[in-house]
């Protein structure tokens, strides 16, 4: 339809099993946004589409999907910008070459100023980056940038446990503690030196490590199995 093709974006290429996987974004049209898949053996001749997500839960629009194999699992990783603040959400299953099927879901990320994330493996990891978008700041946002990346993140999927933790050369910037991130038993709350942006309760903390760069918070609790990333403005 004229609506699938406006809506037609974000190509992404993972080699898994043998085969090139490409997923893009995409619409029906009536307001679900789907996921479509193509796979290919030599990155110029691509099967035909086929929709392995479809969900009116997930609004009219999918962006940003990422689609890629971590041990016997397959995972799926894809944002929404429909609210405030912005999704991302990560859907573990199986895959048996043509339908995906969703097994677990995390809503890792608590933002509020995270969107987007992608992915590739360097020869023995997964390596993500995230786009902070300063979404909670009308402002900031529409003025003086159009955001940033995040640190490189580990993913790892093990014991049914999803987590993003900074590759090895970020854990010495650190820390256990900021006057942004307010603990409170399991709640973290984020405070961008005027208010507090975001409030969310975590089934337990275990551990909260935080790395501040200028204007920018990352919070990894559990090391990465949550996480809040947030721009502040003072």
């Known amino acids: 339809t004229s609506e699938s093709r ?23 049209g009536t307001g679900t946004g789907m996921i479509c898949l193509r796979e290919s053996d030599d990155l110029i001749h691509w099967s035909n589409m086929q929709y ?20 016997d699992k397959y995972i799926l990783t894809f944002s929404l910008s429909v609210g405030k603040p912005y999704r991302v959400i990560t859907l573990v299953g199986s895959f ?10 995390f809503d890792t990320e608590s933002g509020p100023d ?3 994330p992608q992915s590739f493996e360097d020869g023995r990891r997964r390596i993500s980056f995230g786009w902070i978008t300063p979404s909670s700041d ?4 529409s003025n003086k ?4 990346l995040t640190v490189a993140r580990e993913v790892t999927y093990k014991d049914g446990i999803l987590r993003h933790y900074p590759i090895d050369g970020y ?12 603990v409170e038993e399991n709640t973290i709350k984020l405070f961008d030196g005027k208010r507090i942006v975001s409030e969310r309760h975590y089934p337990k903390i275990e551990s909260v490590d935080i790395l501040r760069d200028l204007n920018i918070i990352e ?3 559990n090391k990465g199995e949550y996480t809040s990333t947030f721009w502040y403005s003072e």
Do not use: Q
Request: hydrophobic fraction near 30%; proline fraction near 5%.
């Open 145 to 148: 940038t159009t955001g940033a």
């Open 219 to 221: 919070v990894f609790i």
């Open 6 to 28: 406006r809506e037609f974006r974000d190509p992404k290429v993972n080699y898994f099993d043998g085969k090139y996987y490409m997923v893009t974004s995409d619409s029906d």
């Open 96 to 105: 048996d070459g043509t339908s995906f099927t969703a097994e677990k879901r």
């Open 114 to 116: 995270y969107y987007a």
């Open 138 to 141: 009308t402002e900031l946002r």
């Open 171 to 182: 854990k010495n910037l650190l820390m256990k503690s900021d006057p942004h991130v307010i």
């Open 52 to 71: 392995i997500l479809s969900d009116k839960e997930f609004g009219p629009v999918i962006e940003c999907p990422d689609f890629y194999k971590e041990g």
